[in-house]
């Protein structure tokens, strides 16, 4: 009897205990369903600010492609005869204007990064000329700042395996940040060091208002916004995030930290595609200076299509200064109409009013009009990918477009885009 009630006992507990770890289950699947639902809505949350933030930025792309604009057009035709205030008022424009436009490129790349938007092309890329690139877009902070800027060692035939555009973004973004953080006077040294596999790219200056506690958030836009709400600091901090980003992107990694002579150091780590040859080039401090003609458009003839109607005109008017001849349209109609009746270098496309898309009117153009004129589209985000699936558009511009990026659309026939 006594064994009978042991055994029954325990059976009894075995019961309990799988009632008890069916019950645990149960509670446990609810609570796994629970946190599914809560991911799915955080996820759904992040897509909608996601999306929020598209439009909004959507939105501010054309006052910005304005701001720019007329800055270039007022400098164009009267900037000699300003006096020195008012000279100076239109450079702060165009200088805040640009900043902006920076500023607003990083916050849409950072979106669609976050949002899992980019993939990575492996495509070879020459490092010099993008690094060059970069410094001229930032010639007038350096000169405002009296920086002297050096590059050593950095050979010509060095490849680097990520795609051009990611590549342009990168050295744009890490001389920014650079140029950003240099103390008034001080020295950028660029260097370059080639590995077996990877390319060590580090940018070297001093900064004196920048802390060590700065510099560990550096890369984290979000952190530093908390504590620099109006600084630079958050500037910097948005393009050494894009930077990181688009690093890790290609499997490359960037690092902040301080040299044992106290400067500062942007240390980035890149695939290398083909190693450069043994002999290096010392690349000179003093810029390349290009002739620039005052009308580079002088007798050409253009189109600019644009629903918003001071977007249109600010395009349109620093295209004539330029010497170009400009007729400016809001509806599809009209603009059939004009390029059935006129002959055009190239037409500028962004938007009609009368809801026709851009993409649908640039096939009207090349198929029943003129199979030669030139479309350039306006696109907020501007890739290889979108020209290589359209066949009517021959230039990508990704918006906002300021003066450089205007300007090089219109004078370079052939297919391309042209990003920031």
Request: glycine letters at 6%; one cysteine or more.
């Amino acid at each position: 009897m006594v064994v009978l009630s042991l055994v029954a006992l325990q059976v009894v507990s075995i019961a309990l205990l799988g009632v008890h770890f069916r019950r645990l289950h149960n509670a446990s699947r609810r609570e796994v369903a629970q946190l599914r639902r809560e991911l799915k809505s955080a996820r759904r949350l992040v897509q909608q600010h996601g999306k929020l933030a598209g439009h909004l930025a959507h939105d501010i792309k054309n006052p910005i492609t304005a701001i720019l604009c007329s800055a270039e057009a007022l400098k164009l035709l009267i900037g000699d005869s300003l006096s020195e205030p008012n000279r100076k008022a239109l450079c702060y424009i165009k200088e805040y204007a640009g900043s902006l436009l920076h500023l607003l490129g990083d916050f849409l790349d950072m979106q669609r990064a976050e949002a899992g938007e980019i993939a990575p092309r492996l495509e070879s890329t020459k490092l010099l000329p993008e690094l060059r690139a970069a410094l001229g877009m930032e010639s007038a902070e350096v000169v405002n700042k009296h920086l002297v800027v050096g590059m050593d060692n950095i050979s010509p035939a060095l490849l680097v395996m990520v795609a051009p555009k990611h590549m342009r973004q990168i050295c744009v973004n890490l001389v920014h940040s650079a140029v950003c953080c240099a103390s008034v006077g001080s020295a950028l040294r660029i260097s370059v060091v080639d590995g077996k596999s990877v390319v060590h790219l580090s940018l070297v200056f001093n900064a004196n208002a920048i802390s060590e506690a700065d510099l560990e958030m550096l890369c984290d836009p979000y952190v530093c916004s908390e504590k620099h709400p109006a600084g630079f600091e958050v500037e910097v901090a948005l393009s050494m995030a894009r930077c990181k980003q688009l690093l890790e992107l290609y499997g490359g990694s960037i690092v902040v930290g301080r040299e044992a002579s106290q400067a500062v150091a942007f240390c980035a780590t890149l695939p290398v595609a083909v190693h450069a040859t043994s002999s290096s080039t010392l690349i000179s401090e003093e810029s390349t200076i290009i002739p620039v003609c005052p009308r580079p458009l002088q007798g050409q003839s253009f189109l600019v299509v644009h629903e918003d109607a001071g977007t249109r005109e600010s395009i349109a008017r620093l295209i004539a200064a330029w010497g170009g001849m400009v007729d400016q349209v809001s509806v599809a109609a009209d603009a059939v109409e004009a390029i059935a009746r006129k002959s055009y270098d190239a037409v500028m496309i962004d938007g009609c009013t009368d809801g026709v898309s851009a993409h649908e009117l640039a096939r009207i153009i090349k198929d029943d009009l003129h199979e030669e004129t030139r479309i350039i589209l306006a696109s907020d985000s501007a890739s290889s990918d979108v020209l290589s699936d359209e066949e009517h558009v021959d230039q990508y511009v990704e918006k906002p477009i300021g003066g450089d990026a205007l300007l090089h659309s219109l004078m370079h026939p052939g297919r391309g885009v042209i990003t920031h």
